[in-house]
């Protein structure tokens, strides 16, 4: 049976616990909602000693489900100040799922300043003294990590800026070549697992049980028909869309409907957005050679891998991996058209635990402020580095976005709940505007990514500019509540939006693995549980409903080429999750 | 030469690579006839598919009638996030 691991970070102890009733059908964004939401208290400091972490890995991670290799990571989100919920794919969440991991929860925080390690096997769960790697970059601690503890073990850790307990430090666990790439990136967990002052945990997978099935023949058949969806859909089969191109492929296509904020969401289109763009990733990873490289997948058994290595002029690694979002952050929305310096930042990023979007909309702020001049990479990875040295500017800039503006006095401050916007323009895409706003994590675009349709055509293609989507968003929400429930990756959404076979495989594999009797309206229904569970956190923590709302400056500031202006109503808004 | 007019055409992902001195996110200057479709011009530049059509930045489909001077963008079926 799957366990729970509490961990007492107080006093350096852990108890395996049996898993409430309660807990047994969630898993991955289902269970660590749920589990903050039975024990923080919502008006709890999120870097006070009341506040917890939790970890699941999802209901199929672990097993051979492809493209399932996600770990969620929940608690009180010190940027929003509401629940958050963050995930990853890694290797790690395989582990976790295969040593019967049901969820850790930390909790507690010690007396003194020591930093601290734990490592996870089947036999014994023992705490390290990490004191060496604090205040070292992440690419410095891994590799010796991985030496002490064996290659094939996975490590999450924090990095300088969650030591630092600032607002966007992320949590990043290793990609399957042991990098430390892949983050739970938004909303501050690491700070919180700052203020708890544990910097890492390995998890060891030698000997574990593996992820128990209730109804092998019915998992095995839902599989298939789900990995048949996924290798024979246009955008996530091998050769297809994301695996040539990487999910930046979408920066050319967002640009042309004008909907790729530029210079701080001044502007729906970038003059150097092909330079930035997937195209430009894949033809540098030919043009430079060495380890350079499109399809790599994050974690073993990733049938899609949009995932890439970029690499420098001398066909060298600079850095893996450059997404759409961070692309778009790091570049366009700094005014910055340079692949080379947007790869650096984001190794920046990487090094020091920092989630990429946050830093992009933060240094989009700085320069609107007049810090450093719009398209000054070289300035941009100068603050960074404040960050890094965690001076009195690096302070302020490493708590975000919102707290920039703050600082330095400017309006066009694109946030909601206090987190950076992605990388899509919400006066001309309205869909993705209205989940922005509703959505219990802030801005966020993965919660409800409304893109499929309103751009991609996905499910059937809607109109961007449209305004009545408040079934369209709804639907996403909760979908997408469950899908980071199962463990899959969010970009499975694309061939089972498509292939019915796909759907009915997606669900037939929850059902083997736990032996339920589910259909697709409870998909809806338990995402809709996962919603509501969400959103009653964030207002028993103080956010309103004037809390779900997009920026002032998007309803008066119109964004060229469309002239296009937020004007959805409020009364729309507060009936998407009512 | 009253028949003719210009369009400036985009191909993103895989379909770049059937014009590969075309550099990437550039439009490339077209002759098309007067009133042609998407689907004439489509057809003219022998591009044997594509999921999404953008003409000035708005989706179209194959069935529209172009302009003179029309920006269009052709899309593969591609996704992310
Ligand atoms: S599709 Fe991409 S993000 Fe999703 S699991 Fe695969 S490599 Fe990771």
């Not at chain 1, 430390?180 to 000997?207: E, M, N, T, Y």
């Not at chain 1, 049980?209 to 969806?229: C, H, N, S, Y």
């Not at chain 1, 990487?350 to 001049?373: P, R």
């Amino acid at each position: 049976m799957a366990k729970i691991l509490r961990i007492d970070m107080g006093n350096q102890t852990v108890q395996w616990q049996d898993v409430e009733q309660k807990y047994h059908q969630l898993g991955g964004r289902g269970l660590t909602s749920r589990i903050v939401s039975d024990e923080v208290d919502p008006q709890c400091h999120p870097l006070g000693p009341n506040n917890k972490i939790v970890i699941a890995p999802g209901l199929v991670s672990g097993t051979s489900a492809a493209s399932s290799g996600r770990i969620s990571v929940g608690g009180k989100s010190p940027l929003t100040g509401g629940i958050k919920e963050s995930n990853a794919g890694t290797n790690w969440a395989q582990i976790a799922g295969r040593l019967r991991i049901k969820a850790i929860i930390i909790e507690g925080m010690p007396q003194d300043d020591t930093w601290w390690g734990i490592h996870i096997s089947n036999e014994d769960v023992t705490f390290f003294n990490a004191d060496e790697y604090a205040g070292k970059g992440l690419y410095d601690a891994y590799p010796k990590l991985f030496e002490k503890y064996g290659s094939k073990t996975a490590l999450m850790g924090i990095g300088i800026s969650g030591e630092q307990k600032m607002s966007m430090a992320g949590i990043c666990f290793s990609d399957k070549e042991n990098r430390p790439s892949r983050f739970a990136a938004r909303g501050g967990l690491g700070a919180v697992l700052g203020s708890k002052h544990l910097k890492f945990i390995v998890v060891d997978g030698q000997g574990a049980p593996g992820v128990e099935i209730a109804d092998e023949a019915l998992f095995k058949q839902g599989r298939k028909k789900l990995t048949d969806a996924l290798m024979n859909h246009d955008v996530t089969k091998p050769g297809g869309g994301l695996n040539s191109y990487g999910t930046a492929v979408l920066v050319n296509i967002l640009n042309e409907v004008g909907g790729l904020p530029t210079r701080n969401f001044r502007e729906g289109r970038f003059k150097g957005a092909g330079k930035i763009s997937g195209e430009a990733m894949s033809e540098l990873c030919k043009k430079r050679g060495g380890v350079g490289k499109m399809g790599h997948g994050c974690h073993n058994g990733c049938v899609i891998q949009c995932s890439n290595v970029i690499p420098d002029k001398d066909g060298n690694e600079l850095v893996s991996v450059i997404e759409y979002e961070t692309t778009w952050a790091l570049g366009a929305n700094c005014g910055i058209d340079d692949l080379d310096a947007i790869g650096t930042m984001t190794r920046m990023c990487n090094d020091m635990g920092i989630d990429t979007i946050e830093a992009g909309g933060m240094l989009g702020v700085a320069m609107e402020a007049g810090l450093i001049e719009f398209g000054d990479s070289k300035g941009a990875i100068k603050l960074l580095e404040e960050i890094g040295k965690n001076t009195p500017l690096g302070k302020i800039l490493g708590n975000g976005t919102e707290a920039t503006a703050k600082m330095y006095g400017v309006v066009r401050c694109p946030t909601v709940k206090g987190q950076s916007l992605p990388a899509y323009e919400p006066r001309v895409i309205k869909g993705i505007g209205m989940t922005y706003a509703v959505n219990p994590m802030g801005g966020d675009h993965t919660a409800g990514y409304t893109i499929a349709s309103e751009i991609l055509g996905a499910g059937g293609k809607t109109d961007p500019f449209d305004r009545d989507k408040a079934e369209l968003v709804r639907n996403f929400i909760y979908t997408t509540a469950f899908i980071d429930t199962s463990g899959h990756c969010l970009f499975i959404a694309f061939a089972i939006l498509d292939i019915p076979t796909g759907f009915e495989g997606f669900v037939e594999e929850c059902n083997g693995l736990l032996g339920t009797q589910w259909t697709a309206d409870d998909v809806g229904r338990i995402g809709k549980e996962v919603i509501d569970r969400e959103i009653a956190f964030n207002r028993a923590a103080g956010l309103g409903v004037a809390d779900d709302r997009l920026p002032e400056f998007m309803k008066y500031e119109k964004v060229a080429p469309h002239e296009g202006l937020w004007d959805i109503t409020d009364e729309t808004l507060d009936s998407v999750l009512a | 030469m009253k028949n003719i007019m210009i369009v400036f055409v985009k191909l993103f992902a895989g379909l770049k690579d059937l014009y590969p001195a075309l550099a990437i996110g550039d439009a490339m200057a077209v002759d098309i006839p007067e009133k042609a479709t998407v689907e004439q011009l489509a057809r003219q530049m022998k591009i044997p598919s594509f999921k999404l059509v953008f003409v000035n930045g708005i989706t179209q489909n194959s069935d529209t009638i172009l302009s003179d001077k029309d920006e269009i963008a052709f899309v593969p079926p591609v996704g992310g996030g």
